[in-house]
């Protein structure tokens, strides 16, 4: 049976983000994905041209170019205004124009970002974010914001918009195991579902209960302690019936060494094995339905 076969009896495409900070360039790595049976893939954006050159290569292959992810360097700094707020929505309006031009309907937006500071809603927050909503809703682009550290922000901003069929939600399940402390985040806001990062990790590490960064760490299902049959009945349960969207770290966090044994695969050896795990959460999915 061939994979493409494969991927339609699973009843889901299966995508994976590209790796960035790599030796290989990511149109080649591309190209490796569509050869290990990967239906599509997404990008973190950079002012590089790197989305036209992605959506060169997804044409060429015939890839889905699932979504874009944003800068979330001043996710902090539009809650608390400012020049660095400035800089912010520009950011990010950038990276939607490039989205609306390079025909890639989604983007994923984190709400917040940082461990030294508690996340403060603010009126300003949300007019920052409202302008760039405004700004997705004239380019035909959805925008879906992820769960990351400082939850409140992410409850706010899906609260604000929970109006807006161009704003919804994006899961990253690797994410709600330590900086949300494994809260079912899909019970709560799997309706507004938009796309899914999904990866393992070790949970919380410090013993204070205390999340911290280097926790998140994006090892490939089942290499952690995430209980995938139980994600599989969660987004079942969902009614998610999009691409199955998978974000993975070859590199360690520093001062760890989760990831070290990816590093010394070869690139093709580890997507295959990427494609393998992913294979066997979107036969749960199918099983558990």
Same mark, same amino acid.
């Not at 490039?98 to 309907?105: H, M, P, Q, T």
């Not at 937006?109 to 809703?137: S, W």
């Not at 402390?181 to 799997?190: F, K, N, Q, T, V």
């Given at each position: 049976m061939q994979k493409k076969e494969m991927n339609r009896m699973w009843q889901k495409k299966l995508c994976l983000a590209t790796f960035r900070r790599h030796e290989i360039e990511q149109e080649q790595q591309i190209e490796v994905f569509?050869?290990?049976? %990967?239906?599509?893939?997404?990008?973190? !954006?950079?002012?590089?041209?790197?989305?036209?050159?992605?959506?060169?290569?997804?044409? *060429?292959?015939?890839?889905?170019?699932?979504?874009?992810?944003?800068? %979330?360097?001043?996710?902090? #700094?539009? !809650?608390?205004?400012?020049?660095?707020?400035?800089?912010?929505?520009?950011?990010?309006?950038?990276?939607?124009? #490039?989205?609306?031009?390079?025909?890639?309907?989604?983007?994923?937006?984190?709400?917040?970002?940082?461990?030294?500071?508690?996340?403060?809603?603010?009126?300003?927050?949300?007019?920052?974010?409202?302008?760039?909503?405004?700004?997705?809703?004239?380019?035909?682009?959805?925008?879906?914001?992820?769960?990351?550290?400082? *939850?409140?922000?992410?409850?706010?901003?899906?609260?604000?918009?929970?109006?807006?069929?161009?704003?919804? %939600?994006? !899961?990253?399940s690797g994410h709600e195991m330590c900086y949300n402390?494994?809260?079912?985040?899909?019970?709560?806001?799997?309706?507004?579902?938009?796309?899914?990062?999904?990866? #393992?990790?070790?949970?919380?590490?410090?013993?204070?209960?205390e999340p911290f960064w280097t926790d998140d760490l994006h090892l490939l299902p089942f290499d952690g302690v995430a209980d995938w049959q139980g994600v599989a009945a969660r987004l079942n349960t969902c009614g998610f019936d999009g691409p199955l969207t998978f974000e993975l770290n070859l590199n360690s966090k520093p001062n760890r060494f989760d990831n070290a044994l990816y590093g010394r695969m070869a690139f093709e050896e580890y997507v295959a094995l990427a494609y393998q795990r992913a294979c066997r959460v979107a036969a749960l999915m199918l099983r558990r339905k």
């Open positions: 569509k050869a290990a049976g %990967f239906d599509g893939f997404f990008v973190e !954006w950079a002012a590089d041209g790197v989305v036209e050159r992605c959506r060169k290569k997804a044409d *060429e292959t015939g890839m889905l170019f699932q979504s874009v992810h944003a800068p %979330f360097g001043h996710a902090r #700094d539009l !809650w608390e205004g400012g020049e660095a707020a400035e800089q912010g929505v520009a950011e990010l309006t950038a990276c939607l124009n #490039d989205c609306a031009a390079n025909g890639v309907e989604l983007a994923i937006l984190h709400a917040y970002i940082g461990f030294d500071k508690k996340p403060v809603v603010t009126q300003t927050g949300l007019e920052n974010y409202g302008k760039i909503v405004a700004h997705a809703q004239k380019l035909g682009v959805k925008i879906a914001f992820e769960n990351t550290e400082g *939850e409140e922000c992410l409850a706010a901003l899906l609260r604000e918009f929970a109006d807006c069929r161009h704003v919804g %939600f994006c !899961w990253d402390r494994s809260e079912d985040l899909l019970a709560r806001y799997g309706s507004h579902l938009f796309g899914t990062h999904l990866n #393992d990790n070790l949970g919380v590490s410090r013993f204070d209960g």
